[in-house]
């Protein structure tokens, strides 16, 4: 049965889910596997303050997505998910996880879409499964780490992933991984300093390391607002100006590939924003909740409307960002919208 369309309203383009029968996780995972006790999940032993079926029940998340006041959600595998080992049974994990992420957005009658994964260690292997991710049409994209190992995506085996996604018309969503240092050990540390680092890291691989000028066409989104990248952007322009090394790509300036990003609006704070839109092409601004994970927010909606971003533009940009055609009027009457 063919998936019905869109409904029409803001998209979050950045909430997780995750069958139970996954909670293993990939092959090779460096985290122990997730469990659900007494309703909460855990990872391992680790207590993560998140309902169980807000993860892994897609009638609980659409609840959710109703009671934020979104039209559609776009569902990816948690961090947890990505199969950053190199191991045997990757690609079944893969493969069993795009299943379910198909069929559970194809069931919801137009309320959620998909970004799969992807072997991040085998290009190959990748690549095929960006051929096969391209054939549906509730999965519009893939969810990849902004590291593997010590490396990002101005050198493979990331950057082959992104010329697989882009040549299959993909959209790419980076959600970083949370990699723990010594230095960072206590008071969530890992999370309030070291995601936003992980994202800037990425930002800068991508922007001076020529990928956005290999792959024009690509479309890929920086969670969180892009970390601490926006703030940044003015030292690596100085340094771009100043230094051979940061020029050695041959890319157009920071501030102009800054501009050929995407970024969600996560970034907890209105002054924030308003900085991440002073650098960022407006009309690349997407709405992002994190759901349901405790960095995340129930009402993804207020920030961006708390700087004036209206929801016509929000549904705009993520309609462009995930290659959708816009939303057809008679669609918005059939599911109870007006014209």
């Not at 869109?6 to 995972?29: K, M, N, Q, T, Y």
């Not at 501009?259 to 209105?270: C, G, I």
């Amino acid at each position: 049965m063919p998936a019905a369309p869109v409904r029409p309203g803001p998209i979050d383009v950045h909430a997780h889910w995750l069958p139970e029968d996954l909670f293993g996780l990939p092959p090779g995972s460096p985290l122990p596997p997730l469990n659900g006790r007494d309703g909460q999940l855990h990872l391992g032993d680790l207590p993560l303050s998140i309902e169980t079926s807000a993860m892994s029940d897609p009638a609980r998340v659409l609840a959710d997505t109703d009671a934020a006041g979104l039209g559609a959600r776009v569902l990816s595998a948690p961090p947890f998910a990505f199969p950053v080992g190199a191991a045997a049974g990757v690609d079944e994990y893969v493969g069993a996880f795009n299943e379910a992420l198909a069929r559970v957005c194809t069931d919801s009658g137009g309320r959620f879409l998909g970004l799969g994964l992807v072997a991040l260690h085998d290009p190959e292997s990748a690549r095929k499964q960006c051929a096969e991710l391209a054939g549906t049409s509730v999965v519009r994209g893939i969810a990849v780490p902004p590291l593997l190992g010590t490396a990002s995506f101005d050198v493979d085996p990331l950057r082959d992933v992104l010329r697989a996604a882009a040549d299959h018309d993909l959209a790419v969503l980076v959600h970083p991984m949370q990699l723990p240092r010594p230095e960072w050990s206590s008071y969530y540390l890992a999370n309030l300093i070291g995601n936003p680092v992980e994202t800037a890291t990425a930002a800068a691989s991508l922007i001076l390391g020529g990928v956005l000028e290999e792959l024009p066409g690509l479309r890929i989104c920086l969670l969180h607002g892009g970390g601490c990248a926006p703030a940044l952007l003015g030292r690596w322009q100085h340094g771009f100006e100043q230094r051979a090394d940061v020029r050695s790509a041959g890319t157009r300036s920071p501030r102009e590939g800054f501009a050929a990003l995407w970024f969600d609006t996560l970034t907890h704070d209105v002054a924030t924003l308003e900085l991440l839109r002073t650098h960022a092409d407006p009309a690349r601004l997407l709405c992002g909740s994190d759901h349901p994970f405790d960095m995340g927010t129930d009402h993804p909606l207020d920030l961006p409307h708390a700087v004036g971003i209206d929801d016509t533009a929000l549904e705009a940009s993520a309609r462009r960002f995930l290659s959708l055609d816009a939303p057809d009027a008679s669609d918005a009457l059939d599911q109870g919208g007006h014209p």
